[in-house]
């Protein structure tokens, strides 16, 4: 989720740079809105490894927020390819389907972070514990057989 943030964050902060040049404020806007996205996964990604529930919530629903951004793009993509004679499927078209297959998938693996969390809370885990436990090798009590 930090690497997601991150992606984000720099698509955002490109796209104001270039709509700083000389872009539409349609394009100035759906760059903030990711932006906006890419700092609340980072925010809520930090909490997420604390076991809070609440970071689950806030990285479901910014995951739904950017998979109706990219669902939307798609759309367009495709209006303007069957719109406009001629035109081929594009670099944007490959880039908006990654891109709703990323966040349909982080969905999913969000989704089943709700159980992740509620048999943490049953086995009553610590703050300090992250991600897999090493298990250590047990001695054997009985004697080696002669």
């Known amino acids: 989720m930090n690497l997601l943030a991150l992606i984000l964050i720099l698509f955002g902060i490109l796209g104001v ?8 404020a349609f394009i100035i806007a759906i760059t903030i809105v990711y932006l906006g996205i890419g700092i609340g996964f980072r925010v809520s990604g930090r909490y ?16 739904s927020l950017a998979l109706l951004g990219s669902v939307l793009a798609l ?18 078209f490959a880039i908006a389907v990654i891109m709703v297959a990323a966040f349909g ?18 086995r009553g885990g610590t703050e300090r514990e992250r991600g897999f436990e090493p298990i250590m090798a047990q001695p054997i009590d009985s004697e080696r057989p002669k």
Request: proline share 2%; no cysteine; aromatic share 6%.
């Open 17 to 24: 740079v270039g709509a700083a040049l000389g872009g539409s």
């Open 75 to 92: 759309v367009a993509d495709l209006a303007a390819l069957i719109l406009t004679p001629g035109r081929t499927i594009g670099l944007s």
């Open 48 to 63: 997420l490894v604390r076991h809070r529930r609440w970071a689950l919530i806030v990285g479901i629903v910014l995951a």
């Open 105 to 122: 998938q982080l969905l999913y693996h969000l989704n089943l972070g709700f159980e992740a969390i509620s048999a943490w809370e049953r």
